[in-house]
């Protein structure tokens, strides 16, 4: 029966030319860019690290003064070293990692390159464990090296790439800011979306390049990128023992048991902290695992939502224009419908080869409007935002795309065929 | 012309009117919407930022250890000085459109809670001022004894500069001189108003406004260092970032040139600006896309229905009725489905704004932009419609005849 339908479906569409391509012209314009729009969200509010995601866990505390405190308030985004310190050495975590990003210039050993700027991130060693970074050569610093001040570094890919012509480097020297380190190792390429560990130096930058102790970049004055918050008179000294916070802490708790019990241990630690006079406020604490994290950021940019309700708005126009077309389209036949009732078929049989008709004008509107996503795809590459390179179809998404078409088209045939199968088959046959 | 028999025959096509109807109402309202995202984008790119974009630029040097600041300064003010083509150089913390530098809450009284929005401290050596070439109103411009120390991100206290804007809003009784900004302890008195100032990264949150600059005189040294700005004379920008690039390679490992902020600030604004472009393109294709696709629905559903009332046409003709009178028949009939589904629309459209203003930082639609959709939509339906009317206008008489 359905291949019966196909065909009757395909002798319609292909008779009125016009009007099936105005359809279908108009479901790919519609799908294409609601697609688009789609599959860049899609990217965009993605899990950057699948599986592991939901176990890692970034504190938050209040360390600020008492002035314009008002109730329910945020507490900081980031933690101040001496909180970071003291939270990072009591260890109650089943991992965890102190960090900062910041920029370093390396001076290259071949002096065919000139001194560039790089991207560095200084934290402590289990970032590597617990962020699955993968390694290519070498291994990440030792527990030691991260309060000895040693001169160790680890490199991406891409600087040994560029340093040192993809070679294992581990062993060599690399100056940077004047100093020596020695390369412990180099990490493949890795490059979790969004960059959740550090949303303040972008929400979708490309991984660091360099990679050093945090006490040993600190000890050396390194800049640091981001952002650093401070209150009363903190600003102006060390950032050691500014009232300042800049730095991110993440831990890794495997059960949601171990969570509680580490929030458990947050609001302690700032009851403590009071009763020793350093905290001013009552305890005010958070702990956000890396979905919520992103989700309480609004990480995806608004502009990005902004055009994926555009795109949708844009559907909806084209589908009601394929409501009407539709309509009309199934009305003009309604001499041959009346022919196949008085023949016997029934209202339903009518009904079921429509809605085969607009499936049809659906999967070659999803065609084109594949093509035309893989096409505005292009055009966001071209874009010099920080995610536009990450704007690729996948899979689910090429599935979607037809879902939806064939769906929609479908959706949109319901009323133009029920419309059409109420026609008096008596009135019909009639006129002719 | 007579409409009562137009609405007699629409009332025959409840449904395809309601749908043809229904779409112009939702095009009206996305049309309207947005174009006006597409005007504001436009405005703020084109929003004057009160200085010379073209002739400016910072030069940016990282790499070299804290104690090296003065030599630092030293050597790199004589080499751009000294550099063909510039005709002044100054230190500065931040240019418009390049990375902000100090961005602090300002209190008018330091017990006040809360605060008047947030700044940015635009914090220059000797010579910056006069370098960015700001219009003085009121008041006076820094002086030889105005330089102090910078503490971290500002002097602890200076006298300052503010724009015209930002006086207006903080005083708008007027009298701005000699009054007083405070963030945390740090006092800053006003000594002038300059006509407008754009500070590096504007429109990114509503309490940060555009115009909300405040120059501080500091002095050069270990917390106002590697960031330089100057001037340049006409046409010769490109010429002269090249030979700073080269000089400064030349100045040894321990400076090291900060590519992406040693630019004119002409470009800096151009990469600033870069997102809002490409959402203005995005945008205007969403646009043309939708009059398009609503025209392609207008046209369908008027060649249908020309060629379901041939017979009637006919009819019509052989009565007497003009080719004229059939093409106008079309016509009204077009512009009263789209009026009414402007009128839809204009209800929709600030809907829609409504929501818009829920979720993103959208000022409220102004009734400015319901004229221009509804005209382009009117426009749009009378051009669809033409093409069938005319095939319409056609039909003969003897059609009325035949029966089949």
């Known amino acids: 029966m359905f291949a019966y339908y196909l065909d009757l479906a395909m002798r319609s569409l292909r008779r009125h030319k016009i009007l099936t391509g105005l359809m279908v012209l108009a479901i790919a314009l519609g799908i294409g860019a609601s697609m688009t729009t789609l599959t860049v969200m899609h990217v965009l509010s993605g899990d950057p690290l699948p599986g592991k995601s939901a176990t890692l866990y970034y504190p938050q505390l209040d360390p600020r003064d008492s002035q314009d405190v008002r109730p329910g308030q945020e507490p900081p985004a980031q933690v101040s070293w001496m909180d970071g310190m003291n939270l990072l050495k009591a260890g109650r975590a089943d991992r965890q ?14 002096a065919s390159i000139d001194p560039f700027f790089e991207d560095a991130r200084f934290t402590t060693r289990e970032f590597f464990a617990m962020f699955h970074v993968p390694f290519l050569y070498g291994h990440a610093w030792s527990r030691e090296d991260d309060s000895n001040d040693a001169r160790l ?41 969004p960059h959740f560990y550090d949303l303040m130096t972008g929400g979708y930058a490309d991984s660091e390049g360099v990679y050093l102790p945090l006490l040993t970049a600190t000890d050396l004055k390194f800049p640091t990128n981001g952002s650093r918050d401070c209150w009363g008179n903190g600003a102006n000294i060390d950032a050691k023992t500014a009232l300042c916070t800049w730095l991110q802490f993440w831990v890794e708790l495997d059960t949601p048991a171990k969570a509680a019990a580490y929030k458990q241990f947050l609001l302690n630690y700032s009851r403590h902290q009071k009763s020793l006079g350093v905290y001013q406020r009552e305890p005010n604490v958070r702990l956000r695992n890396v979905m919520q994290w992103l989700d309480h950021n ?52 009518l009904f079921a080869q429509l809605l085969v008709e607009a499936g049809a004008v659906g999967l070659v509107g999803g065609l084109g409007g594949l093509l035309l996503s893989l096409l505005g795809l292009w055009v966001v590459r071209m874009q010099p935002s920080d995610y536009a390179a990450l704007a690729h179809l996948d899979l689910s998404m090429l599935l979607a795309t037809f879902a939806l078409a064939i769906g929609a088209t479908m959706v949109a045939g319901l009323l133009p065929a029920w419309r059409a199968c109420l026609v008096p088959p008596a009135l019909q046959l009639k006129s002719q | 012309m007579q409409i009562q028999p137009i609405l007699a025959a629409l009332r025959r096509h409840r449904l395809a009117t309601l749908l043809i109807t229904l779409q112009i109402a939702l095009a009206c309202a996305v049309l309207s919407n947005a174009s006006f995202l597409i005007s504001q984008r436009i405005s703020r790119m084109h929003a004057p930022s009160g200085v010379d974009n073209a002739q400016l630029a910072e030069v940016s040097v990282e790499g070299f250890a804290p104690d090296q600041a003065s030599n630092v300064n030293a050597r790199m003010l004589a080499m751009l000085r000294g550099t063909a083509g510039v005709s002044s150089a100054a230190l500065i913390n931040a240019v418009p459109f390049g990375d902000p530098a100090a961005n602090a809450g300002i209190k008018l009284d330091p017990s006040e809670q809360g605060t008047h929005g947030v700044m940015h401290f ?23 004894g105005d330089y102090q120390p910078v503490a971290d991100f500002t002097p602890k206290q200076a006298p300052v500069v503010i724009t015209r804007a930002l006086a207006t809003s903080l005083w708008p009784q007027g009298h701005p001189l000699g009054k007083s900004i405070w963030i945390g302890s740090r006092r800053f008195r006003v000594i002038g108003v300059v006509k407008g100032l754009i500070r590096p990264a504007p429109f990114t949150s509503s309490n940060r406004p555009a115009q909300g600059s405040i120059f501080v005189p500091g002095q050069p040294g270990p917390q106002l260092v590697g960031r330089y700005l100057i001037r340049v004379a006409t046409g010769q920008m490109d010429s002269v970032l090249e030979r700073v690039r080269k000089a400064v390679r030349q100045m040894g490992p321990q400076v090291v040139l900060d590519e992406a902020q040693t630019a004119s600030v002409e470009s800096l604004h151009s990469s600033y600006f870069q997102t809002d472009r490409s959402m203005v393109a995005l945008l205007l294709g969403v646009v043309a896309a939708l009059l ?8 369908g559903l008027a060649s249908f229905w020309v060629s379901q009332r041939t017979r009637q046409i006919g009819v019509r003709r052989a ?29 929709m459209a600030f809907a829609l704004n409504v929501l818009l203003m829920q979720y993103y930082e959208v000022p409220r639609l102004p009734l400015g932009y319901l004229p221009v959709g509804a005209l382009a939509l009117w426009l749009l339906g009378q051009l669809a419609v033409l093409s069938p009317a005319l095939r319409a206008s056609r039909v003969p008489p003897v059609v009325a005849t035949r029966s089949v």
């Open chain 1, 97 to 110: 990692a102190l960090m900062t990003g910041g920029a370093v210039p390396i001076q290259p050993p071949d």
């Open chain 2, 292 to 299: 398009l696709v609503t025209a392609l629905g207008m046209v």
């Open chain 2, 122 to 144: 635009y914090v220059g050596g000797p010579g910056a001022f006069q370098a960015l070439g700001l219009k003085v109103v009121e008041g006076r411009a820094p002086q030889a």
């Open chain 1, 298 to 349: 609004h990480v995806v940019p608004s502009d990005v939502h902004l055009q994926f309700w555009l795109a949708m708005g844009f559907l909806v126009v084209c589908l009601v224009n394929t409501v009407g077309l539709m309509l009309a389209k199934f009305l003009r036949r309604a001499g041959e419908l009346g022919v196949r009732r008085a023949l016997g078929a029934s209202r339903r049989s």
């Open chain 2, 319 to 347: 009565l007497g009725a003009t080719q004229g009178a059939i093409l106008r028949y079309f016509q009204t009939e077009n512009l009263l489905i789209v009026s009414a589904g402007i009128a839809l629309g204009v209800v």
């Open chain 1, 153 to 193: 570094v680890v490199l991406s890919r891409r600087i040994n790439d560029k340093l040192f012509g993809g070679a294992d480097s581990t062993g060599k020297m690399l100056r940077t800011g004047g100093k020596e380190f020695r390369i412990v190792g180099v990490i493949d390429d890795w490059r979790p979306t």
